[in-house]
């Protein structure tokens, strides 16, 4: 039983902490100066049965070791628990070989919002990376935590739950049954293996919008030896040879009907060996196991292929050959877990900020996955917004934080809220906030409960750990306009439409608004906006006819009318349908002036249309 003098302890605590942390008299800390300053309040002021710990961290992922070094840091007894032998994780397993931290922008400069941890983790390492390298950074930067413990080769059998809160968990470690006990966890596993014992309620891939069994590709790198650096560097001396290494591979046919090249490029490794990271594995299954297997065995088959392509066209790639495939292949997306809040596209849009917040990102929304044949279609391209604690906290147990790509995110807005560096920096803010629970002790709930002024502290406090937070107010602007996106008439339309991937901006933000449209763009996305907002609506009929509209055409006021028309079954008299439609309340949804009969019809209008005709067949 954890011996706690809790009044006594938690008066010292809070004195130290509402000076340090409210009024901010010390500067950051981060690193050893942290765990050395909360060390003084944390060490030798708890004791801990055999089997008990302040935290418990489950999975051996770049965000778990995050979570679980974060916490030991404080002070507090914390246990990292993996099923693995060692800490490579999906790093390992998937070859990954190069990761560069997000970048913001914030008051008009660029900022890395990936500071902390993550640079403690890979700022040694070069701009690529080996397996070995990493292994080498994680096991120096764990065998610092003299509070840390770690159970490899350790599964998850079972849990006890009671009044919303996880008391322990059952584990098999080494052929032993082992109950071990908490005051606070963190599922850093990839697929939420705790959460799935604790019966988080979860959604698969992109069933948030309608579309199951669909789900971001999956990326296969592989190694190659033999590679004549030599040669490599001649070539470079006269011409750009990544630029020419990236022209032969997107120019290569893949044989895999499901196997795309996207974003060539490759990372030395040593002596003659490097890692190719080019191969994409769409529309693939991630929840049957059967349809990864085969889709892991296309891309083996593919890349023993493109080794041989390369021997062929590029002179350093003579004499090479297929070294080693991954262990598996990188499956960025698979469950979404429900939590307090959930991050949509609408908050990435607006660069939204939050009081409690655990991370600033920025990378794009990437709606590619529904596109299926390797097209860019990026629906945002955010300066920076803040992912706040609430979609780390289930929503239905109240001491356990699940960082990582599997938040509670709406599956496009994981596409970048669920990018590597995000994910190691939810990963030590999981692991500081785990710790502040205990020395407080509240459950991470109890702090989506605070005030204003405690979540600020509680915010300063997560600074001082190493975490960059910075209050923003950023505005994302359209290319087409040069205004802020939030102020178009239009802009209601547009956060529909984004939330359920319909419509692109790009990296540049740009949305058209003012531009012309023609009859297919509005029928295709007519038709997209009706499957989505009212399903049960579609059929085939409303399929032909507006199929029978997609041509090239100049979009009029009058084809717009009779499309719409003919797809909510409104009779009229050809040539007419302007008049007719005029008098519907959907008309008046458009400003004044906006639309003719014979006048062209803009972007901003036709995302209006869209929805709003949508909307009337719900």
Same mark, same amino acid.
């Given at each position: 039983?954890?011996?706690?003098?809790?009044?006594?302890?938690?008066?010292?605590?809070?004195? %130290?902490?509402?000076?340090?942390?409210?009024?901010? @008299?010390?500067?950051?800390?981060?690193?050893?100066?942290?765990?050395?300053?909360?060390?003084?309040?944390?060490?030798?002021?708890?004791?801990?049965?055999?089997?008990?710990?302040?935290?418990?961290?489950?999975?051996?992922?770049?965000?778990? $070791?995050?979570?679980?070094? &974060?916490?030991?840091?404080?002070?507090?007894?914390?246990?990292?628990?993996?099923?693995?032998?060692?800490?490579?994780?999906?790093?390992?397993?998937?070859?990954?070989?190069? %990761?560069?931290?997000?970048?913001?922008? @914030?008051?008009?400069?660029?900022?890395?919002?990936?500071?902390?941890?993550?640079?403690?983790?890979?700022?040694?390492?070069?701009?690529?990376?080996?397996?070995?390298? /990493?292994?080498? =950074?994680?096991?120096?930067?764990?065998?610092?935590?003299?509070?840390?413990?770690?159970?490899?080769?350790?599964?998850?059998?079972?849990?006890?739950?009671?009044?919303?809160?996880?008391?322990?968990?059952?584990?098999?470690?080494?052929?032993?049954?082992?109950?071990?006990?908490?005051?606070?966890?963190?599922?850093?596993?990839?697929?939420?293996?705790?959460?799935?014992?604790?019966?988080?309620?979860?959604?698969?891939?992109?069933?948030?919008?309608?579309?199951?069994?669909?789900?971001?590709?999956? &990326?296969?790198?592989?190694?190659?030896?033999?590679?004549?650096?030599?040669?490599?560097?001649?070539?470079?001396?006269?011409?750009?040879?990544?630029?020419?290494?990236?022209?032969?591979?997107?120019?290569?046919?893949?044989?895999?009907?499901?196997?795309?090249?996207?974003?060539?490029?490759? $990372?030395?490794?040593? !002596?003659?060996?490097?890692?190719?990271?080019?191969?994409?594995?769409?529309?693939?299954?991630?929840?049957?196991?059967?349809?990864?297997?085969? &889709?892991?065995?296309?891309?083996?088959?593919?890349?023993?292929?493109?080794?041989? /392509?390369?021997?062929?066209? +590029?002179?350093?790639?003579?004499? =090479?050959?297929?070294?080693?495939? *991954?262990?598996?292949?990188?499956?960025?997306?698979?469950?979404? /877990?429900?939590?307090?809040?959930?991050?949509?596209?609408?908050? @990435?849009?607006?660069?939204?900020?939050?009081?409690?917040?655990?991370? +600033?990102?920025?990378?794009?929304?990437?709606?590619?996955?529904?596109?299926?044949?390797?097209?860019?279609? %990026?629906?945002?391209?955010?300066?920076?917004?803040?992912? *706040?604690?609430?979609?780390?906290?289930?929503?239905?147990?109240?001491?356990?934080?699940?960082?990582?790509?599997?938040?509670?995110?709406?599956?496009?807005?994981?596409?970048?809220?669920?990018?590597?560096?995000?994910?190691?920096?939810?990963?030590?803010?999981?692991?500081?906030?785990?710790?502040?629970?205990?020395?407080?002790?509240?459950? *991470?709930?109890?702090?989506?409960?605070?005030?204003?002024?405690?979540?600020?502290?509680?915010? #300063?406090?997560?600074?001082?750990?190493?975490?960059?937070?910075?209050? $923003?107010?950023?505005?994302?602007?359209?290319?087409?306009?040069?205004?802020?996106?939030?102020?178009?008439?239009?802009?209601?339309?547009?956060?529909?439409?984004?939330?359920?991937?319909?419509?692109?901006?790009?990296?540049?933000?740009?949305?058209?608004?003012? #531009? !012309?449209?023609?009859?297919?763009?509005? #029928?295709?996305?007519?038709?997209?906006?009706?499957?989505? @907002?009212?399903?049960?609506?579609?059929?085939?009929?409303?399929?032909?006819?507006?199929?029978?509209? !997609?041509?090239?055409?100049?979009?009029?006021?009058?084809?717009?009318?009779?499309? %719409?028309?003919?797809?909510?079954?409104?009779?009229?008299?050809?040539?007419? &349908?302007?008049?007719?439609? =005029?008098?519907?309340?959907?008309?008046?949804?458009?400003?004044?002036?906006?639309?003719?009969?014979?006048?062209?019809?803009?972007?901003?209008?036709? /995302?209006?249309?869209?929805?709003?005709?949508?909307?009337?067949?719900?």
């Amino acid at each position: 039983i954890m011996k706690r003098e809790r009044i006594i302890k938690l008066l010292l605590v809070g004195v %130290i902490l509402f000076f340090v942390v409210r009024f901010g @008299i010390m500067p950051r800390l981060s690193g050893s100066s942290f765990r050395d300053y909360l060390g003084k309040i944390a060490t030798d002021k708890y004791t801990f049965a055999e089997n008990e710990y302040a935290v418990i961290v489950v999975g051996s992922e770049p965000e778990g $070791i995050a979570a679980a070094v &974060a916490s030991a840091r404080t002070g507090l007894k914390t246990l990292l628990i993996t099923e693995d032998s060692d800490l490579g994780s999906y790093i390992k397993r998937s070859m990954i070989a190069d %990761i560069k931290p997000d970048e913001g922008i @914030i008051a008009g400069k660029k900022e890395n919002l990936n500071r902390g941890f993550y640079k403690e983790l890979f700022g040694t390492l070069r701009t690529g990376f080996t397996a070995e390298d /990493y292994m080498a =950074s994680v096991d120096k930067l764990v065998k610092k935590e003299n509070n840390l413990e770690i159970l490899y080769n350790c599964r998850l059998t079972d849990v006890i739950l009671e009044d919303r809160l996880l008391k322990s968990v059952k584990v098999s470690a080494n052929g032993q049954e082992k109950v071990l006990s908490a005051a606070a966890y963190v599922d850093a596993t990839q697929w939420g293996d705790l959460l799935e014992l604790c019966e988080v309620p979860y959604t698969l891939g992109s069933e948030d919008l309608n579309m199951p069994d669909v789900y971001m590709p999956l &990326a296969f790198n592989f190694m190659v030896s033999g590679v004549k650096w030599d040669d490599m560097r001649q070539i470079q001396k006269t011409s750009d040879f990544i630029l020419q290494f990236r022209e032969v591979l997107t120019a290569y046919e893949p044989f895999y009907k499901r196997t795309k090249i996207e974003s060539p490029t490759f $990372i030395e490794q040593s !002596e003659d060996k490097l890692i190719i990271s080019a191969i994409s594995q769409w529309g693939v299954d991630v929840n049957d196991p059967q349809d990864v297997k085969q &889709a892991y065995a296309d891309a083996t088959d593919e890349a023993m292929l493109l080794t041989a /392509y390369l021997k062929n066209v +590029l002179t350093p790639f003579a004499e =090479s050959t297929f070294a080693a495939a *991954p262990e598996e292949l990188f499956i960025p997306e698979y469950r979404h /877990y429900a939590g307090r809040y959930t991050l949509t596209v609408a908050d @990435i849009l607006e660069n939204r900020d939050f009081a409690g917040k655990i991370a +600033l990102a920025s990378s794009p929304v990437d709606a590619g996955k529904f596109v299926g044949n390797g097209l860019s279609y %990026i629906i945002t391209d955010p300066n920076v917004y803040a992912i *706040p604690l609430g979609c780390i906290v289930p929503v239905n147990v109240d001491n356990v934080l699940m960082p990582g790509a599997k938040a509670s995110f709406k599956s496009l807005a994981a596409t970048s809220a669920g990018y590597i560096p995000t994910r190691i920096t939810m990963g030590e803010s999981a692991g500081l906030t785990a710790a502040w629970s205990f020395l407080s002790n509240i459950t *991470p709930a109890d702090i989506l409960g605070m005030g204003d002024e405690e979540l600020q502290s509680f915010e #300063s406090y997560l600074e001082r750990g190493g975490i960059y937070l910075q209050d $923003i107010s950023e505005k994302l602007m359209d290319a087409s306009t040069g205004q802020p996106l939030e102020n178009s008439w239009a802009y209601p339309y547009i956060r529909e439409l984004a939330e359920y991937g319909l419509l692109a901006g790009g990296q540049n933000n740009d949305f058209r608004l003012d #531009s !012309e449209s023609s009859c297919d763009v509005l #029928s295709v996305l007519l038709k997209n906006a009706i499957v989505k @907002i009212a399903p049960d609506a579609y059929d085939f009929k409303i399929g032909n006819i507006l199929e029978a509209y !997609e041509t090239g055409d100049r979009l009029t006021g009058e084809k717009a009318a009779a499309m %719409i028309l003919d797809t909510l079954g409104v009779s009229y008299t050809s040539g007419d &349908a302007f008049a007719t439609f =005029s008098g519907l309340d959907l008309y008046r949804k458009v400003p004044e002036g906006k639309l003719t009969k014979d006048g062209g019809v803009t972007m901003d209008v036709v /995302y209006c249309l869209a929805v709003e005709t949508a909307r009337l067949m719900e």
